[in-house]
């Protein structure tokens, strides 16, 4: 399992973040859906609440567990981006982490407010999606792919 940088867990801590997560189908359809009560627990795992059994993205969790597949985290502010590939590593139904997320769930919903699991997921990957970072590893990978014949020439333009 990869160690998350700090400034990653400050993101996924800042309410005015913006946490993605990618599933795939069994039909290799992507999906990708806002999860605002993504985080990063002490012990270094995501984990979200999943609202539904039925859901398409509970679905192909239970996939992604079951087959090893991978699955995506994306975590964006005003100013920074990142991707985090992992795996999905254990399914909560009951026990502390999972009430600490039904609590949350009531505090912003109302004491009516359910969630179904938690879900933890390994992190694996993380890569930096600001256009700046990508631009810095493009012309650091493939240092003459990406460059428009006539750049200089266009420069003053």
């Not at 990708?32 to 627990?41: E, F, N, R």
Request: proline fraction near 6%; include cysteine.
């Amino acid at each position: 399992m990869a160690e998350l940088p700090e400034e990653i867990v400050a993101l996924f801590k800042d309410p005015q973040s913006i946490k993605v997560l990618g599933t795939v189908g069994g039909n290799g359809a992507p999906h990708a859906v806002h999860k605002g009560s993504l985080t990063v627990l002490d012990d270094g795992y995501i984990a979200y609440s999943e609202g539904s059994d039925s859901s398409q993205t509970n679905k192909n969790m239970v996939r992604s567990i079951w087959f090893d597949k991978p699955v995506s985290v994306t975590v964006i502010n005003a100013r920074k981006a990142y991707q985090i590939k992992g795996k999905p590593y254990k399914c909560l139904i009951n026990g502390p982490i999972f009430r600490q997320f039904l609590l949350r769930a009531r505090e912003r919903g109302g004491p009516a407010a359910d969630i179904q699991s938690v879900w933890l997921i390994a992190p694996e990957e993380v890569r930096a999606e600001t256009p700046g970072a990508r631009r810095s590893e493009e012309a650091e990978n493939r240092p003459y792919l990406n460059r428009h014949l006539d750049r200089d020439a266009v420069k003053g333009a």
